[in-house]
């Protein structure tokens, strides 16, 4: 019996394990995960993109505002054009109509009272989207 | 016999337990190159914004003051809450050599309010303005 004892490998497998816990990996997964965590609560994925606001200058009012399309946004979600009510399609084709003949026309955008902002960034966008460089934003008469 | 057979399974299970926890290391690590690479870590805002969706695509640089306007159109600058008098004459000392100032809106704000914003800007000499916006869900 104690021959064939003596040829197993058996003293590999026992000190092996004594030498690799030598360096505890707990401590290391735990600042890991700290590091992890904090990451993942402090970075932002938002995909962040700019609008240029163009304002005329300060005191401009729309009656003043020479050759420029005005165009109102209300707080009831209805548009106007120079006084003129008007939905989102048939905005789109007068502006786009206006804007190939002068392809620098200037538009001032209105948003009354109670208009939220998403609301005007809609409009906005719809009016660069069909041309439109120069749109500006103004507001009724300062209080 | 028993205690030689008993040597063997205590240090294979040890191996084994270290062995199933490098994959998760592993994992872990990726994680954390990811977020560090991929997440930009930012300043914590004073108000809680959700910003209006557009398709803009003009991306931004973060060289700006940001004015912060939350829903119900209280103003910051840098953590600070002001009013819209006290606007101006905090951005002046801000304002690097760019000019440059983004104001961070909640879409729920009033346009007009954000109108104003713009006008007291302009008053106070900012020569770029520009409204943050996310871009909108496909």
Do not use: C, Y
């Not at chain 1, 163009?54 to 209805?78: C, F, I, Y």
């Not at chain 2, 084994?16 to 926890?21: A, V």
């Not at chain 2, 809680?48 to 700006?64: F, N």
Request: hydrophobic share 50%.
């Amino acid at each position: 019996m104690t021959p064939g004892f003596t040829s197993t490998p058996s003293p590999l497998p026992v000190e092996r394990p004594r030498s690799r816990s030598f360096v505890s990996l707990t401590p290391l997964i735990d600042v890991v995960f700290i590091l992890l965590v904090f990451f993942m609560l402090a970075s932002s994925f938002l995909d962040w993109r700019a609008i240029e606001l163009a304002a005329p200058q300060s005191g401009t009012t729309a009656s003043s505002a020479e050759g420029a399309l005005l165009v109102e946004v209300r707080a009831d979600g209805t548009l106007r054009l120079s006084g003129e009510a008007l939905d989102m399609g048939a905005l789109a084709s007068r502006v786009s109509r206006r804007l190939a003949q002068r392809p620098d026309q200037a538009i001032v955008l209105e948003p009354q009272a109670g208009v939220a902002l998403q609301a005007a960034v809609d409009v906005l966008d719809r009016l660069v989207a069909l041309g439109a460089k120069d749109v500006s934003l103004i507001r009724d008469s300062p209080q | 016999m028993s205690r030689f057979s008993f040597d063997v399974s205590a240090s294979g299970g040890a191996q084994d337990e270290d062995d199933r926890i490098l994959p998760l290391i592993n994992v872990v690590f990726l994680l954390l190159i990811f977020f560090m690479i991929v997440g930009s870590v930012s300043q914590v805002d004073p108000f809680d914004i959700e910003p209006p969706a557009s398709d803009a695509r003009e991306t931004v640089g973060d060289d700006a003051v940001v004015v912060h306007v939350d829903a119900g159109g209280r103003l910051s600058v840098d953590g600070h809450v002001l009013d819209l008098a006290q606007l101006a004459s905090g951005l002046s000392a801000r304002l690097g050599r760019g000019g440059m100032v983004h104001i961070k809106a909640d879409q729920g704000v009033e346009a007009i309010r954000v109108v104003a914003v713009l006008e007291t800007l302009r008053g106070a000499g900012v020569q770029q303005v520009r409204l943050l916006t996310v871009q909108r869900p496909a």
